[in-house]
């Protein structure tokens, strides 16, 4: 089972429109209302491909009641930690030949002792897990010295622990010893004050997170596909030619089936291309970690093998 921990959920409303134009009024042609946020797409992704995943967050009012509702109609495991504030509400706008515009509130506030309670609830529901992700941004009030500690408990508990977050969380992340990172390009870029615009800088960058202790470094590159770092070596992996019908949620599959292969036993650089693969896949679909199990293994069985770098 692997354990998919969202700090900061959403209810995502995803609207289709013919063509988007501001300032002026539309009509939505088609509606999707889902439980959103990144592990929950990572999570999505693990169960389209047949393995086990179990979700958790931090949930309030009527919205994060909707929100658990929703994943347990998805057949989407989980326990919530209930907080005071309302759970945020994230619109995606998708129009016909263009990516998706998404709008994210910044999240509800939480307090100190709603953190604790979260990180005294994510150390109990990882005991049975072997692979922990931990995915997007930190609500309001959760302290990056909180995020350090849950992280390190983890780590302590002998998880395999993937953190995907940016910016400050991302800092407070690259700083405890034994985690594995997956990061976009830009993200990386922006916390080590480098320009990542290719597969060998990225790898390069990783090269350094190592030798500060970080345990492995995953960075997608878009449309450029991805490079995995471990301790024995450095891989790239490039996604077929698709005509992208939206990339939300790629990055949250590329993870997903990176960890879903690993914890098959993969070796990293099949386990790269899985998650290259399940990335692309989701790039033919509107909704965030919806993919299907047959085009990821269309993708990867027409992916070149990872090269090392």
């Given at each position: ?7 900061n959920p959403a209810i995502d409303r995803t609207l289709h429109v013919d063509a988007l134009r501001l300032g002026e009024v ?15 797409n990572v999570a999505r992704t693990i169960r389209a491909l047949g393995g086990s995943s179990f979700c958790m967050g931090l ?151 190592l030798e500060n202790g970080i345990s492995s470094v995953a960075v997608t590159l878009g449309r450029d596909g991805a490079v ?82």
């Amino acid at each position: 089972m692997i354990l998919c921990v969202t700090p900061n959920p959403a209810i995502d409303r995803t609207l289709h429109v013919d063509a988007l134009r501001l300032g002026e009024v539309h009509r939505a042609k088609e509606t999707l209302t889902a439980a959103g946020g990144k592990g929950l797409n990572v999570a999505r992704t693990i169960r389209a491909l047949g393995g086990s995943s179990f979700c958790m967050g931090l949930v309030g009012g009527h919205t994060g009641s909707l929100l658990a509702e929703l994943a347990e109609r998805e057949g989407l495991p989980a326990h919530w930690t209930r907080v005071k504030n309302e759970t945020r509400t994230c619109v995606i706008l998708v129009e016909q030949g263009r990516d998706a515009t998404v709008i994210n509130e910044r999240g509800a506030d939480v307090s100190a002792d709603e953190c604790q309670t979260f990180l005294r609830d994510v150390w109990t529901q990882a005991e049975p897990a072997q692979l922990v992700c931990l995915s997007g941004s930190l609500p309001p009030g959760f302290a990056l010295d909180d995020f350090s500690l849950l992280l390190r408990g983890l780590v302590e508990r002998q998880k395999s622990v993937w953190v995907d977050t940016s910016g400050a969380a991302l800092q407070a992340a690259l700083n405890v010893r034994g985690v594995n990172i997956k990061v976009n390009a830009a993200e990386l870029g922006e916390a080590l004050g480098l320009e990542i615009l290719n597969a060998e800088q990225a790898a390069n960058a990783g090269k350094r997170l190592l030798e500060n202790g970080i345990s492995s470094v995953a960075v997608t590159l878009g449309r450029d596909g991805a490079v995995l770092v471990t301790e024995s070596s450095a891989w790239c992996a490039r996604p077929p030619a698709i005509e992208v019908v939206s990339s939300v949620g790629s990055g949250d599959a590329f993870l997903g089936g990176l960890v879903f292969a690993l914890e098959a036993g993969n070796p990293p650089e099949v386990a790269l291309r899985y998650g290259v693969a399940a990335g692309a896949a989701n790039a033919l679909h509107v909704g965030g970690g919806v993919i299907r199990q047959e085009e990821v293994g269309e993708f990867f069985h027409r992916l070149p093998k990872s090269l090392a770098l």
